[in-house]
């Protein structure tokens, strides 16, 4: 027994060390923009790209100079950049479009005094011999000509003019342009990484994977000893600074959210973490470069992997338990990661075949839907599966069923909230108030969700199947790429990434699935009103002991419908089963009959509800 403990305790030490490493690996090595670098980046561009970008970089001193800091270097990206963007349009500008001189030649001769006469005429004294700039530069500002329209200040007319003429020199220069987005930014910044990384990343990789895993498993592994009964058994949960909150809890916290929001809006800090992956990668592509993507897949799966062990060991007791958790990671590792790596290696879309609308709010959006449509017959049969799926499947698995078809049996997030976030599902809210809540975010996300749909669908049917309407991308006033912008930005990386995984510490592993899947929402009416699935409760036996609803991860009070012998049918209750694996008297049974007494709502009478003396003198 000595022996076991000393060695979870090490597994522990092991494990909290990969941690320390893998945060430590944010900071080792560093940076050098090479010529090299530039090429092999933008090797898909232009020459012009290439050489003008070393120019610049070579003229701000930043080419082949070593900088140890990713935050300094990528502000010397993103200022290297727009000074190449600069000097780009100028360069365009003054070959293809207007040069500083030539706005000024045709100001001079539109400003009169006070009066604006602007006119074609004036073009073409300025372009005597350039018919193509005439007609560029009048299709784009005829209708600024004297007798078109009035102008009382010639700043007036100035302001216009060179608006419109930034938009052609702008729009010249589109393709030899270099936005400094986060793509951009993430594929410098990685292409310069220099020192221990890039030279013994697979070391890297097992000091952080390796240990972590093995680690992870010794600690886990040994509690199958240490901890010879089965089950839940209530000692210390909320006790433990780890799973009720406390220090290490906050730091769990701290370290998921951190990870969340670099992973979604600033990659390129995490660049070291993804090229310790690169190894991986290079499993399916040789030579390949990992994206933030990739880096999360692994990280995802591995977790879910580990923890799954875990379930195994915790629910061994339990056939449901085991088979439900083996679903999960089957899923989640061959649909959502490797099929998403090797689909397209054949020029398949990668997709993951089982993740439905509206779930995935991209599955209308033109790109999308154009990449099916390209990649051939099996390209359109994906297409329409997902289509089949979300309308067809879904609701009849789950009238069938029920939710946890999906939820607790092939959704992705549901699997890592199920392994992973399995040591949080007590801090699940049982109040009324989170049930509120809960009913007040989660059913207007899907309307959000089906707005968005409908609206991003219209614009997409144009530019697939209407393309003389393809300049209007709105639908009831609401622009179809701002409004996937926005939901992608507020329900896809806030709500589904940083609050509902960061979160498990403090909210529970289930706060994304009970407040803000669309998906979940879509279900839970048909699970409500329309399916054969319900938890049956044998009311005698219960002891009311409360383990049931201490361990509901979506915060149902399930003792109370227990206590009265009444069927439990909720929209968000999503059948993972824990509340029947951790009943001490078998009270509560997951079942699928008919739908014919399926809801029986028992009232349970208080002593305040009657006068007991007019009961016995009716006796």
Not at 218 to 244: R, V
Not at 524 to 531: A, E, N, P, T, W
Not at 572 to 597: D, F, I, M, W, Y
Request: positive net charge.
């Amino acid at each position: 027994m000595k022996i076991l403990k000393t060695l979870r305790l090490l597994g522990l030490v092991v494990f909290i060390a990969s941690v320390l490493i893998f945060i430590g690996t944010l900071f080792i090595g560093g940076y050098t923009l090479t010529e090299k670098t530039i090429e092999t980046v933008f090797s898909s561009k232009t020459a012009f790209v290439a050489t003008t970008l070393k120019e610049v970089a070579q003229e701000k001193g930043i080419l082949n100079k070593e900088i140890g800091n990713a935050f300094v270097f990528t502000n010397e990206i993103e200022s290297l950049l727009q000074n190449y963007n600069t000097q780009v349009t100028a360069a365009i500008a003054k070959e293809k479009g207007l040069s500083e001189e030539e706005i000024n030649q045709i100001f001079k001769q539109s400003i009169q005094g006070n009066a604006i006469l602007y006119s074609k005429e004036i073009l073409q004294n300025v372009f005597p011999n350039d018919a193509a700039k005439v007609k560029l530069v009048d299709e784009a500002t005829n209708w600024m000509y004297v007798g078109t329209k009035k102008y009382e200040k010639p700043a007036d007319f100035k302001n216009d003019f060179t608006s419109k003429i930034s938009d052609i020199n702008r729009s010249n220069a589109q393709e030899y342009l270099l936005y400094p987005n986060k793509y951009t930014k993430f594929d410098l910044v990685k292409a310069s990484i220099v020192g221990p990384l890039q030279e013994h990343n697979s070391l890297y990789l097992f000091l952080t994977f390796g240990l972590g895993i093995i680690g992870s498993l010794m600690f886990i592994l040994t509690g199958l000893f240490l901890e010879p009964i089965p089950g839940i058994k209530n000692n210390g949960i909320y006790l433990s600074e780890a799973t009720n909150r406390g220090w290490v809890a906050l730091f769990v916290f701290t370290f998921l959210v951190s990870f969340y929001i670099l992973l979604y809006f600033y990659p390129f800090y995490i660049v070291n973490w993804t090229r310790i992956v690169d190894p991986l990668k290079g499993i399916f592509i040789k030579g390949a470069s990992a994206s933030q993507w990739f880096l999360y897949g692994i990280l995802y799966c591995v977790s879910m992997i580990v923890m799954g062990v875990r379930m195994f060991i915790k629910y061994r007791h339990n056939n449901y338990q085991i088979v439900r958790t083996a679903s999960v990671l089957f899923f989640q590792i061959i649909f959502a990661f490797l099929l998403v790596e090797i689909l397209p290696l054949f020029d398949l879309p990668g997709v993951d075949l089982k993740n439905a609308w509206p779930l995935d709010y991209n599955f209308v959006t033109d790109w999308n839907v154009k990449q099916h449509l390209e990649a051939g017959h099996l390209g359109k049969f994906m297409l329409v599966w997902g289509i089949v799926l979300s309308l067809i499947v879904v609701p009849v698995m789950v009238y069938f069923y029920g939710k946890r078809w999906y939820c607790s049996w092939v959704c992705g997030c549901g699997g890592l909230a199920e392994t992973l976030g399995d040591p949080y599902r007590q801090l699940s809210d049982k109040r009324l108030i989170a049930w509120k809540i809960e009913r007040w975010t989660i059913y207007p996300i899907l309307v959000f969700a089906v707005i968005m749909t409908l609206v991003v669908g219209y614009n997409t049917y144009n530019i697939v199947y209407n393309p003389s309407n393809v300049g209007d991308s709105t639908l009831f006033g609401i622009n179809a790429y701002k409004i996937n912008e926005i939901y992608g930005f507020l329900i896809g990386s806030i709500f589904a990434g940083v609050i509902g995984t960061g979160f498990y510490p403090i909210l529970g592993n289930r706060s994304w699935c009970r407040f803000g899947c669309p998906l979940a929402a879509y279900m839970g009416i048909i699970q409500r009103f329309k399916s054969r699935f319900r938890i049956t409760t044998n009311g005698g036996q219960c002891i009311s002991c409360g383990n049931c609803s201490t361990y509901c991860e979506q915060g149902i009070d399930v003792r109370a419908y227990a206590q009265k012998g009444e069927n439990i049918v909720r929209a968000s209750c999503v059948g993972c089963g824990v509340c029947a694996a951790v009943c001490p008297r078998g009270v509560l049974k997951l079942e699928n009959s008919t739908e014919k007494g399926r809801i029986n709502p028992n009232e349970i009478l208080l002593g305040n509800d009657l006068d007991l003396m007019d009961l016995v003198n009716q006796k």
